[in-house]
Structures are given as structure tokens and as C-alpha cells.
């Protein structure tokens, strides 16, 4: 089983007019600009939870679709090509007084849902402002890309393939943005900035939608049966990415002193239990190759290790207490056969074995 976070996709944002902001100088333009505020007004009243539709007639306006994620992303397919063109017309003019003016009075406004001082904010989430189309922008490509996500895990007990193929879409988005759309942002130092507008977070998210890409890939590999010298390798390539993403956050801890410490707790909780697999699988391995007492040794030094770790959230700590119980299970097994059989001495933990890190996806 896999460890679920799904706060990131979780944003709030406060209502545009565009046509009440921006001058049309003829009726095409303005019915562009109703348009855009149409295409982005549904998409509010989703996020926001302050639709009135019903769910028979939102079923209906979607094509028949049954799931809120897939229509949710499709709100944003027809609003984002209608978005970025308005950016690149803006563009073109963008030294005009009038235009700058114009979006500042856009108030282009969104929560954060990996910030903690969001979640302890009595009058509503807290809003971070920045007078940015591309602040818009990059606001409405993070919603997407979180809501691929959400498809990802929504499909995956039903199609691992197509799992996967989301989540690497998902990381892709987020890539995008962090190499892309914010890096144009970082030049308003003194503007406040939700943690999801920053491109380290989204390096980070890219991270985590790999990893779940690749958790999915394993959960197919042991379905084919494949070796389990190979799934120790996969699974601590999981463990690798999580590692990176995490050493991104901590590399940055005067920034992001404000993340929600359960968005923390679920890099490092995935990052573990990825962990205690990847040796359960590494101690079969060894056990295969008569290396029973290295296999011991391996178990309990990942017991000993994973037990400091157990998180708090209570739905991962029954996936974690599954998973010790089969690793200990497993261990008092070898401890059984290297007692009466092999009689090989157990290493110390600097002389155990890791796994080699490999990735690999569908």
C-alpha cells in the first residue's frame, strides 16, 4: 500500500472580473474577457465549494463525467490556452502604466495548502496577493498538475499503467513550473508568496509525483513477480527521490519555516516505509544467496531504525504497523534457521549491505 497526501491540491482562491479591469476597445475583446472570467468563475466556485450546481446537472454540463477530479481538470483545460493568451497580449504592452494598473486591480489572490498558518487562520485561509498574470498563471498550472495527482491515486486500484502515467504528468507540470513560470516571480523579494509559488516546492512536488510513479511501477513489478534483488533496487530508488526533495526543503528551512509540518512528515514517513521494503526485499535476496546471517542483521538494524520513525497520522501508522509485522515475522524466521542451521555470525550495522538505487517506469 501507499502513503496518500492530498492538501497540495486542496487552494483557495477569491473571485476576478476580468472585463470589470481591463479596457476592451471593441465587443470581440470583451466577450474574450466574459469569457475568461466565465471559463475561471466555475473554477472558483469548485475550489471554493460555493457552487449551487447540482450534482446531476454538473454530471451533465461535463459530458457525463463521474468523477469531481476529472472535472475539475477539465474546467481548467478551457480556462489555462484562454489565459495564457491574455498574458501574451498583456505581454506586448506590458511597460503600459494602464496595464500594470489594470492587473494590480485584478487582486489576484490564492491560499496555500501546504502553508501552516493557513490552517490555524479563524476568519478563512490566509490569501498571499501578487500582482502578476503569471502569478495566475502558475497558481492555475499547480492546481492542475495537483489534481492529475489526485486522478493518479483515484484510477490506481483499477489501471496501475495509467496510475503512472499521471503521476509522470503530474511531475512534469510541476517541473514546468519551477524551471519556467515562478523563477519570474523571484525578482518581487519583499512580495509574500505562498510556499506552492516558489520553485523549490515545485522541484519538490516533481520529486513526489516520481516517487509515486515509481511506488506504482513496483506495485506492477510484483504482480509479474519479478526478482527481489530488483524490487529492493526500486524501491530505494524511491527512497532516493524522497531524500532529494526532502534535503530541498531543509536547504531552504528560513523560507519555508511556515510549511505544514504534516506535508513534512509525509516525505519522511513515505521515505521510510520505502526504506524498511527496499531492505525487507534486500534480507529475501541475501537469504536466497545463503547469506542468512547478513539477512538478520539487515532486518534489525531496518526494525530498529523504522520503529523511531512511525508517523503520527493514523492512517499511515496502520500501513507502517503492517509492514513491521511482516518484516519482523520475516526476521524471526531467519533467526530461527541461522540458530539451528547456518550458525552465522550477525555483522554490525557498518558492515550491512544497502541496496543499489534503480529507477524505472512503465
Known sequence: MMLHYFQPGKLRSTKIIFEDVFSARDSVTLEHLKELSSRRRVIEESINQSSSITEAIAREMSGGLTSHCLRDLQKLEKYLPLLENLILHVDLVCSNHRVVHWISELKIRWSSALSSSSFFNLRGPKLFQIDNLRYE????LYLYAALLRERAVEILPSDLVQSAALFREAAGVFQHLASEIFPSLQSAQSVERPPEATPSVCT??????????????????????????????????????????????????????????LFLEFISSCKALHELRSLRYLAESLRAADQVGVAVGVLRNALINVKKKVPGEESWKSIFRKEI???AD?????ENENEFVWHEKIPGDDELPLPQAKLSWF
Open 204 to 261: 519538490v512536488m516533481s520529486l513526489i509525483c516520481l516517487a509515486e510513479a515509481q511506488a506504482v511501477t513496483i506495485r506492477k513489478a510484483e504482480e509479474k513477480g519479478t526478482t527481489v534483488g530488483l524490487l529492493a533496487k526500486l524501491h530505494y530508488g524511491v527512497t532516493g527521490l524522497l531524500s532529494e526533495a526532502f534535503a530541498i526543503l531543509y536547504s531552504n528551512t528560513g523560507e519555508y519555516k511556515d510549511i505544514s509540518s
Open 325 to 327: 509485522d511482516a518484516v
Open 330 to 334: 520475516m526476521l524471526r524466521k531467519f
Open 137 to 140: 498563471l502558475g497558481m492555475t
